[in-house]
C-alpha cells in the first residue's frame, strides 16, 4: 500500500515580540516531521525559546525550485511539514506561495494556522479605513514603473498598505508628495517590538519630521483614501436638472439655489450654465 499524504501546515509566527503566537502553532511545530523555515537561523531562536527540537531545512527564493520538488516528494511519503517564514504569515511577499499552490496541484493537503501578520497589525491601528483596502507588497525598484503603480493606488480611493524598506522609505515619501502632498499616510515601524512607532500624518508632515531622523527597522507604509472629489457636472446636466425643478413649479432664482445646494456647485456657475445653453439654442 503507497503510503498516506503527508500535510502542508502554513504556520504564523510572531512579527516581533515571540509571545504572540498561537498554541496551535506551537503544537504543529513540535508535532511535524519537518520544519521548511524562509531562514533557519532566525527560526531556530523562536524554537530555542519554545524548546522545540524538530528537524529544518531552509526554504527561500534562492532554493525554492530545487527544495520545492523535496518538499513534495516528502509529503507525498507521507510526511508532515510546517512552513514558516521568517515572520507573520508565509505565502505573504515571500516565495510559500509557490509551495503552496504546488501542493494544490499534487492534491496535497494544506492547512493554513491563522496568527500574526504586519499587514493586519498595521491595517487596523493605522486608523484608516479598513472596510476596502488594497495590498501592493514591495514596489518597483525601477522608479518609472514605481511611479506608475503608485499614481494608480493614490488614484484609487481605498486605502493601500504596502512594504517598504527603511533605505527606500524617505525617496518613495517624495514621490508620493509629487502626486498628492497632503495624502494622509501611516507609517508603521517595528511592530510588536521594542522601539514600535506609529507615525501619522499627512506625506509633507511626515517628509517634515524625517528630514534629520535616521529610519530603522521593519516597515509597512500605508496610504489613505484621499480626499473624495465631487463629480464634476456638464452644463446640459445643470440645466436641465433647473428646468425639471422649474417645470415643478419652483420658482427659477430658488431652483438655482436648490440644485447649487445638492450638487456642492456655486450658484454663479449653475446661473451661467443656465443663460449659456440658453444663447447657444436661441442664437440672435
Known amino acids: ?37 524562509e531562514d533557519t537561523r532566525v527560526t531556530k531562536k523562536l524554537l530555542l525559546h519554545y524548546d522545540i527540537s524538530t528537524p529544518m531545512v531552509s526554504y527561500h527564493e534562492h532554493n525554492e525550485i530545487t527544495r520545492g520538488r523535496e518538499l513534495i516528494k516528502a509529503m507525498q511519503e507521507g510526511k508532515s511539514i510546517a512552513l514558516v ?15 503552496i499552490k504546488a501542493c494544490i496541484a499534487e492534491r496535497i493537503q494544506v492547512i493554513p494556522l491563522p496568527g500574526p501578520s504586519s499587514l493586519i497589525t498595521a491595517l487596523v491601528v493605522s486608523g484608516l479605513p479598513t472596510d476596502s483596502f488594497i495590498f501592493q507588497g514591495f514596489l518597483p525598484r525601477k522608479k ?10 493614490l488614484g484609487m480611493g481605498r486605502t493601500v498598505v504596502l512594504f517598504e524598506s527603511p533605505r527606500r522609505l524617505k525617496s518613495t515619501l517624495k514621490e508620493i508628495s509629487e502626486i498628492d502632498k497632503e495624502r494622509d499616510i501611516v507609517i508603521a515601524r517595528e ?23 535616521k529610519v530603522k527597522g521593519e516597515i509597512v ?64
Do not use: W
Open 1 to 37: 500500500m503507497p503510503p498516506k499524504m503527508g500535510v502542508l501546515y502554513i504556520c504564523a509566527t510572531p512579527i516581533g515580540n515571540l509571545e504572540d503566537i498561537t498554541l496551535r502553532v506551537l503544537r504543529i511545530l513540535r508535532e511535524v516531521d519537518i520544519i521548511a523555515a
Open 85 to 99: 517564514s521568517d515572520a507573520g504569515m508565509p505565502g505573504i511577499s515571500d516565495p510559500g506561495h509557490r509551495l
Open 144 to 153: 518609472g514603473d514605481r511611479i506608475s503603480i503608485l499614481t494608480e493606488l
Open 191 to 213: 511592530l510588536t517590538k521594542k522601539f514600535e512607532e506609529i507615525i501619522r500624518g499627512t506625506v509633507s508632515e511626515i517628509i517634515d519630521r524625517l528630514k534629520e531622523a
Open 221 to 284: 507604509l500605508l496610504l489613505g483614501p484621499g480626499k473624495k472629489r465631487p463629480r464634476e457636472f456638464t452644463e446640459i446636466e445643470l440645466r436641465d436638472a433647473v428646468i425639471e425643478l422649474i417645470n415643478r413649479g419652483i420658482p427659477k432664482k430658488q431652483a438655482i439655489s436648490d440644485i447649487a445646494k445638492q450638487y456642492s456647485i456655486s450658484k454663479r456657475s449653475i446661473y451661467e450654465a443656465v443663460i449659456k445653453l440658453r444663447e447657444e439654442n436661441n442664437p440672435q
